[in-house]
């Protein structure tokens, strides 16, 4: 009995050493990051693409949130929840608080998005959920008008729905 559970403990250790070397490989470059204290592209860095070491610009991503996350920054009023899809889809329910900027009229509604919310605003934008590309395509644009800090809500509404958070019906 005791050499089965002697094995079974070795096998788990070199089962989470394995783990391990995979996690440590896979994130070695945020890893190196934090060492040498540079920010992962998207976290805070400027949208105007800085400059990294080598003199090439870094190119600023907008970030994934899960649904904890994006309740948090809710409940903490912390961000403003962007609404990409359109005026229909917003008007039949949309996440409580928060704004429509559906992507088919971004361009063209920017410069109004940009005088009511700061460029220093945090902003988590959502569509409908994980097959729903709209909320990375509005991210990028509001990215490039500006905004460094933009996370995507990859679940969106569904999810949001789903969990049995705050929704609300109107008109954007």
């Known amino acids: 009995m005791h ?15 394995v ?8 994130n070695h470059q945020l890893l190196h990051n934090a060492r040498t204290g540079n920010a992962p592209p998207g976290s805070t860095a400027p949208a105007s693409a800085p400059r990294g070491q080598s003199g090439q610009e870094q190119q ?23 609404d990409a899809r359109d005026k229909a889809a917003f008007a039949a329910g949309h ?17 109004d998005f940009a005088k009511r919310y700061p460029s220093t605003t945090l902003l988590v934008v959502y569509c409908n959920g994980y097959d729903c590309h709209d909320s990375h395509n509005l991210a990028n644009k509001l990215i490039a008008a500006g905004y460094p800090t933009v996370f995507v809500f990859e679940g969106g509404f569904p999810e949001w729905q789903s969990a049995g958070y705050p929704v609300t019906g109107g008109t954007p």
């Open 19 to 26: 783990a391990i070397a995979i996690g440590l490989a896979w």
């Open 95 to 111: 996440i409580t608080g928060a704004v429509s900027l559906p992507l088919g009229e971004a361009a063209g509604r920017l410069a």
């Open 60 to 82: 600023v991503v907008p970030l994934p949130l899960g649904l904890m996350q994006v309740k948090e920054f809710l409940d903490r009023k912390e961000a403003v929840i962007v």
């Open 3 to 17: 050499q089965g559970i002697t094995r079974l403990l070795r096998e788990m250790a070199g089962i989470c050493l």
